[in-house]
Nanobody, 118 residues
Framework: QLQLVESGGGLVQPGGSLRLSCAASGGTFEHYDFGWFRQAPGKEREGVSCISNSAGATYVDSVKGRFTISGDIAKNTLYLQMNSLKPEDTAVYYC????????????WGQGTQVTVSS
C-alpha cells in the first residue's frame, strides 16, 4: 500500500517561492505516475502538474513558467517548486500517485496548506 506524505507548505508573500515535497513509501517509486493537485476554499480540486515516464511533465496553464515538478527516485520523493507565487495559488496542495495495473489505483496524500498573502 503506497503512502504519500506532503510537506513544505506555509505562508509566503506574493512573488515568493515554496518547494513542496511528497515522500512516498510502500511501493516502487518509478512504477507510478505522480501529480500535484490543489483545492481552494469553495472550489473543486484541480490538477496542477503531472509527471510520468511516458508523457514527461505537464502543467495547467495558470502555473506554466512558474512551477516545476520533479522526482528523485533515490529519495522516493516528488517535488513541486513554486516560484512567483500569486494569491490565487492559495490552496491545499495534494500529492497524487497512480498505478496502472489491471485497474488504475489512485493514492492521495493528506495535503499541505499554501497561503500566498501580504
Amino acid at each position: 500500500q503506497l503512502q504519500l506524505v506532503e510537506s513544505g507548505g506555509g505562508l509566503v508573500q506574493p512573488g515568493g517561492s515554496l518547494r513542496l515535497s511528497c515522500a512516498a513509501s510502500g511501493g516502487t517509486f518509478e512504477h507510478y505516475d505522480f501529480g500535484w493537485f490543489r483545492q481552494a476554499p469553495g472550489k473543486e480540486r484541480e490538477g496542477v502538474s503531472c509527471i510520468s515516464n511516458s508523457a514527461g511533465a505537464t502543467y495547467v496553464d495558470s502555473v506554466k513558467g512558474r512551477f516545476t515538478i520533479s522526482g528523485d527516485i533515490a529519495k522516493n520523493t516528488l517535488y513541486l517548486q513554486m516560484n512567483s507565487l500569486k494569491p490565487e495559488d492559495t490552496a491545499v496542495y495534494y500529492c497524487n500517485a497512480r498505478f496502472f495495473g489491471a485497474a488504475v489505483i489512485t493514492y492521495w496524500g493528506q495535503g499541505t496548506q499554501v497561503t500566498v498573502s501580504s
